[in-house]
């Protein structure tokens, strides 16, 4: 293949993984800033834990739609001899695992780099949903031991005189 048309497939490969990626961690926030309030006073921590555990399941199957459809182009343009060692590819080198197993052919393998830098972008951007929603998670889930400590504190302090 001609390494122009490899890299514009790369590069087009790259661009739809994060268009997809894009729309699954909007759907994700979203939820998240609207159903929030509504798990934020919960006295049920399991019902709390259950939607977080939800969020978490959409953002695995964002992921996975990303490298379904990388496994699919692979296997359209026939870089790779069936649909199964086409997913296992996009799959092993989205996540930059890298066994090194199955190598694309010799006019495909510039997508590989494609494939990786689309995981590495994704995942970054993963990371940041994941450390807002579990921030806020936890925050939510210990806040009664805040309120303990700072209930304590205004105890103290209203026992303690006040030096003149």
Known sequence: MWPVVE???GISMLLISMLIHS???YQVMHRFEVNWPNYLNARNEFRRQLYFFFLVTLILMTHLTEIL???TVLRTVHALPDFRTAFYFAGETYTTLGYGDVLLPPGWRQ???FIAMSGLFTFGWTTGVLVRIVGKTYDAQFAHLDH???DGET???ARTPHAK
Do not use: E
Request: glycine share 6%; no cysteine; proline share 0%.
């Open 7 to 9: 890299v514009l497939l």
């Open 23 to 25: 729309f699954g961690m």
């Open 69 to 71: 459809i990388i496994a």
């Open 111 to 113: 997508l590989s780099l």
């Open 148 to 150: 303990r400590r700072h």
């Open 155 to 157: 105890q103290r302090s």
